[in-house]
């Protein structure tokens, strides 16, 4: 079945640049990666339509997040201070394991799903449901589950990977993020793996 941890990486190149020569910093401890992402990590550029972001993580979603544990809301100073603890608890539980990506069969379409989900929001559910042709209800159940595990998996990655760059180039932030999210879309393999080019 599919981790989440092999996700981790990938994300934190491609929100923060995190790669050293030849790639080694991506093979150290997943808490030191997170140092090196957190010092480029931060964003909050008015045309990015997710607004103040750090590592991937917007406001609204750490908002979420903190509303979930009855924690006051953060400022964008403490998106700026999240935890490695709290990051990966965001990735985990709000977007893996609201795809139930843990049951998931391949760790490619596990990948490629989740992390539509992470950079688009929950509405990419719908989508996914839409490309395994169950109801498109947004909930994540026995029935998409079985549909994406029955599915040819090259198939599949094909088609969603296809669906993912349409809603990119239809995105209002497009004119000027286009070319980066096309880039990391490309980076996700269908073998499981990342091109971290």
């Not at 990051?87 to 990948?111: C, G, H, P, Y």
């Not at 159940?141 to 088609?159: C, K, R, S, V």
Request: proline share 5%; aromatic share 10%.
């Amino acid at each position: 079945m599919a981790d989440h941890r092999i996700l981790i990486p990938f994300i934190f190149h491609f929100a923060a640049g995190v790669y050293g020569k030849g790639g080694r910093d991506l093979l150290l401890p997943l808490e030191k990666q997170f140092e090196l992402a957190s010092r480029k990590g931060w964003s909050d550029d008015p045309d990015d339509p997710g607004g103040a972001t750090m590592i991937d993580v917007t406001l609204a979603t750490f908002a979420a997040y903190r509303r979930s544990r009855s924690m006051p809301s953060p400022t964008k100073t403490d998106l700026q201070g999240i935890t490695f603890g709290e990051w990966e608890d965001i990735l985990k539980t709000m977007f893996w394991d609201r795809m139930k990506a843990d049951n998931v069969r391949s760790q490619a379409i596990a990948n490629i799903i989740v992390d539509w989900i992470w950079a688009s929001g929950p509405s990419a559910i719908r989508r996914i449901q839409t490309a395994v042709g169950v109801k498109a209800d947004g909930i994540v159940g026995p029935l998409t589950l079985q549909a994406i595990n029955e599915a040819d998996a090259g198939t599949l990655f094909t088609n969603i990977r296809r669906m993912r760059e349409i809603h990119y180039r239809q995105c209002r932030g497009a004119w000027k993020y286009l070319h980066g999210w096309l880039r990391r879309l490309n980076a996700i393999l269908p073998d499981g793996s990342f091109d971290f080019r």
